[in-house]
């Protein structure tokens, strides 16, 4: 993701550095200075992401960002503890308020990643259940997410491997339709055809991860990702 990150506070910014070297995915290029001396570099290298101060939104009235069809994604750090994002001439895409854990910014990135990316951004569902229902063979069957091992994309179809259970259950669902049910902080993908439970892991290596009697493999692509989760709890 091209990543422009203007550093009109250098107190949050310096803050948020290590976080965003952590953040494999952005192609990060730093601006000094304000958003609005920085609008000439924004039109000029079309930034997919912009993360400022809350405060500098403010400046953007009538230009050409809040007119264009294709404005970055706004991603904005306060100390407020209040705001109206109303009134703001751009609604940003996520305020994060300091103090911010890692976690938080991680989860906040990812969204906005997947917004920029057309794919459906994951909602919070305000009640948290711990399960899901699934329609397989011809029976709806109630499948508890602390259960589930690991996932296992087959084209037009997902196997789903729980504990305790012989045989997966197989819905017709593909792989990304069905991650996209699953709670993010307990599930991660670990491979173009593989979700696994984070609480079920038994070791990983660098190319594999063992759970159970099974050795899934790590995808190159997500090997970042995965490695990132490990060192949040290390």
Same mark, same amino acid.
């Given at each position: 993701i091209k990543c422009l990150? /203007?550093?009109? =506070? @250098?107190? #949050?910014?310096?803050? *948020? %550095?290590?976080f965003i070297q952590r953040t494999t995915y952005l192609n990060v290029r730093n601006y000094e200075g304000n958003l609005a001396t920085a609008l000439q570099t924004i039109r000029e290298e079309k930034p997919e992401l912009v993360i400022c101060d809350l405060s %500098?939104?403010? &400046?953007?009235?009538?230009?050409?960002?809040? +007119? &264009? &069809?294709?404005?970055?994604?706004?991603v904005c750090t306060t100390d407020q503890q209040e705001f109206d994002l109303d009134s703001y001439p751009v609604k940003p895409f996520s305020? @994060?308020?300091?103090?911010? &854990?890692? #976690?938080?910014? *991680?989860?906040?990135?990812h969204q906005a990643? @997947?917004?920029?990316?057309?794919?459906?951004? #994951?909602?919070?569902?305000? /009640?948290?259940r711990d399960f899901v229902f699934v329609k397989s063979e011809y029976k709806i069957i109630k499948v508890k997410f602390s259960d589930i091992l690991y996932c296992e994309g087959m084209k037009d179809y997902t196997q789903i491997y729980l504990a305790?259970?012989? %045989?997966p259950v197989l819905t017709l669902h593909n792989l990304k339709n069905f991650v996209a049910k699953l709670p993010q902080d307990d599930f991660i993908r670990v491979h173009r055809s593989y979700v696994v439970s984070i609480n079920h892991i038994e070791t990983i290596s660098r =190319?594999?991860?063992? /759970? $159970?009697?099974?050795?899934?493999?790590? $995808? =190159? +692509?997500?090997? =970042?990702? *995965?490695? %990132?989760?490990? #060192?949040?709890n290390s």
């Open positions: 990150i /203007i550093k009109s =506070n @250098l107190v #949050e910014t310096e803050y *948020l %550095q290590e %500098q939104i403010a &400046s953007l009235k009538n230009n050409y960002i809040v +007119s &264009s &069809s294709t404005p970055p994604v706004f305020v @994060l308020q300091f103090p911010v &854990s890692f #976690e938080n910014f *991680l989860s906040t990135l990643r @997947l917004f920029i990316q057309g794919e459906p951004v #994951e909602t919070i569902d305000p /009640i948290r305790g259970k012989p %045989q =190319n594999e991860i063992s /759970i $159970g009697k099974r050795v899934i493999p790590i $995808g =190159n +692509s997500y090997r =970042n990702n *995965l490695f %990132q989760i490990v #060192e949040m």
